[in-house]
T-cell receptor
Framework: GQQLNQSPQSMFIQEGEDVSMNCTSSSIFNTWLWYKQDPGEGPVLLIALYKAGELTSNGRLTAQFGITRKDSFLNISASIPSDVGIYFCAGQNAGNNRKLIWGLGTSLAVNP | EPEVTQTPSHQVTQMGQEVILRCVPISNHLYFYWYRQILGQKVEFLVSFYNNEISEKSEIFDDQFSVERPDGSNFTLKIRSTKLEDSAMYFC??????????FGPGTRLTVL
């Protein structure tokens, strides 16, 4: 089945630094999504990308849908302590198949 | 803001027992999903449900699993005879159409 490779697996940064993480796939997706999960909670959608090449921002977060439709990155600028959590990418195909295929997650720790 | 709710937040059961996990999707949503996340691993798709029937299920969703929308608001996942390896966080999600899936906070299932 389709699989997503997400990297890095974990990051430990200083407050104020920028962060970048990415996902790649061997097959194409029609939609890329980035979620954040806090401990003991469900994933919360950060950014959704629907078109190849699309670059979308949500506050300090910026994500891009790769032109090949096989990759996406998420950038966080000027990190703050509340950015701590696990960030997941997820891919979705078109049509009736709406299931999300998930990456393994990037665990982010921010040192104040 | 509307949200997906799940009960209970934590369920402990003995191996072989039946469990029912409950979800209340966002009220005008039409598509419903169950995912699970084994501790420290990625989120995995279990099943999607639309128009009162399963639209897709994964290999994990075997005969021990079933889903039901017993009334206009609840969406349930039943595991008939739990196994140790069923221990995981179970997330319910809903979407209006082919767009964003919104996740509940999850039910932590512990099988002893």
């Amino acid at each position: 089945g389709q699989q997503l490779n997400q990297s890095p697996q974990s990051m430990f940064i200083q407050e104020g630094e920028d962060v970048s993480m990415n996902c790649t796939s061997s097959s194409i997706f029609n939609t890329w999504l980035w979620y954040k999960q806090d401990p003991g909670e469900g994933p919360v959608l950060l950014i959704a990308l629907y078109k190849a090449g699309e670059l979308t921002s949500n506050g300090r977060l910026t994500a891009q849908f790769g032109i090949t439709r096989k990759d996406s990155f998420l950038n966080i600028s000027a990190s703050i302590p509340s950015d701590v959590g696990i960030y997941f990418c997820a891919g979705q195909n078109a049509g009736n198949n709406r299931k999300l295929i998930w990456g393994l997650g990037t665990s982010l720790a921010v040192n104040p | 803001e509307p949200e997906v709710t799940q009960t209970p937040s934590h369920q402990v059961t003995q191996m072989g027992q039946e469990v029912i996990l409950r979800c209340v999707p966002i009220s005008n949503h039409l598509y419903f999903y169950w995912y699970r996340q084994i501790l420290g691993q990625k989120v995995e798709f279990l099943v999607s449900f639309y128009n009162n029937e399963i639209s897709e299920k994964s290999e994990i969703f075997d005969d021990q699993f079933s889903v039901e929308r017993p009334d206009g608001s609840n969406f349930t996942l039943k595991i008939r005879s739990t196994k140790l390896e069923d221990s995981a966080m179970y997330f319910c999600a809903s979407s209006f159409g082919t767009d964003t899936q919104y996740f509940g906070p999850g039910t932590r299932l512990t099988v002893l």
